[in-house]
């Protein structure tokens, strides 16, 4: 079975649902709220063993209840959570409000993430044997350099989501093999907002880029060929929190399995659009048996 590792953050997500966000200074009457487990890493990872990996989590967890509520949550979902820590002090929560279009507005507050900043023991070994690392930025820079140098030393692909945005040293971005930016996310790292040029800029620092384009699709470029657009399946969203973190873990294995890149993105974009149809972040992830028949379903309605 393929094996995916991630090293990222896990948190609560404490999520208020709205007809419409409200402005500054402004209280609004929200209709719901639920908790619901996430943080990108573990979303990430969810994701990953929903398709059919063997998946492995790096990171950390509070001494609190959520700490206990999340590491449940994802050995529930199949992810292997030997090397989650847990410290002192509260987990990780992201406060969340989604409104009836289906847009969020988030706020992250480390907690436990913000131990995360090496390697522990036994972490280097764990990765060595994965087949692919997914990064994000949730956790401190210096964990994610490391992450992604050890990867590099063992031949493993790194595939980083540059999420929360910020400036990317080079010795980071030298360890990468696949970065995956929204649009807004590339437009921040290049200052270019048109997506085909921000991901043709950004292969002078990477050699694969995939930026994602919400209900437009997916934007895929790499070094000595023409990029190319993956449109997206048309679905009325619900909720599209976690819907770039189904992607990228759905994509990740796809690649690990060794699918052409065409193919894994259609895969991850069928996986995406059907998360977006389902409240919240893990809880709205597919599972492999629901991917393969939609996008049997979307290559039948396209023939």
């Known amino acids: 079975m393929t094996h995916i590792a991630v090293l990222g953050s896990t948190n609560m997500d404490l999520v208020a649902y709205v007809a419409k966000s409200p402005q500054r200074g402004e209280t609004v009457t929200g209709r719901e709220f639920r908790t ?5 890493g573990a979303n990430q990872a969810v994701a990953a063993a929903h398709a059919g990996a063997d998946v492995s989590m790096i990171g950390a967890v509070g001494a609190d209840t959520f700490g206990s509520q999340l590491r449940t949550t994802l050995e529930h979902s199949g992810v292997d ?12 929560t992201a406060h969340i409000v989604v409104d009836d279009e289906g847009g969020n507005e988030i706020v992250v507050i480390p907690g436990a ?34 992450g992604a140098e050890a990867a590099r030393r063992h031949g493993v692909r790194t595939i980083l989501t ?3 945005v910020q400036s990317l040293p080079p010795e980071l971005l030298a360890s990468i ?8 996310e590339a437009a921040a790292l290049t200052g270019l907002t048109d997506p085909r040029d921000a ?3 950004l292969l002078d620092q990477v050699p694969e880029v995939v930026v994602t384009l919400g209900a437009a699709g ?66 709205s992830m597919p599972y492999r048996s629901e991917i393969d028949a939609q ?7 396209t023939s």
């Open 162 to 164: 540059p999420s929360p």
């Open 295 to 301: 996008a049997a379903s979307n290559t039948r309605h």
């Open 199 to 201: 991901a043709t800029a």
């Open 218 to 283: 997916s934007l895929y470029a790499s070094r000595g060929a023409e990029p190319f657009t993956m449109p997206a399946p048309r679905v009325t969203a619900v909720d599209s929190t976690g819907a770039g973190d189904t992607f990228v873990g759905t994509l990740a294995v796809a690649l690990a399995e060794g699918r052409p890149m065409r193919a894994a993105l259609a895969w991850a974009s069928t996986a995406a659009s059907m998360s977006v149809q389902r409240p919240g972040a893990s809880s």
């Open 81 to 92: 959570t030997d090397h989650l820590r847990t410290t002192e002090g509260p987990s990780g």
């Open 113 to 146: 993430n913000g131990s995360v900043d090496h390697l522990a023991p036994g972490d280097e070994a764990l990765i060595a044997g994965a087949d692919a690392l997914l990064l994000q930025l949730e956790i401190p820079l210096a964990a994610v350099l490391a």
């Open 177 to 184: 093999d696949l970065l995956v930016p929204n649009e807004h």
């Open 36 to 40: 619901i487990p996430g943080g990108k």
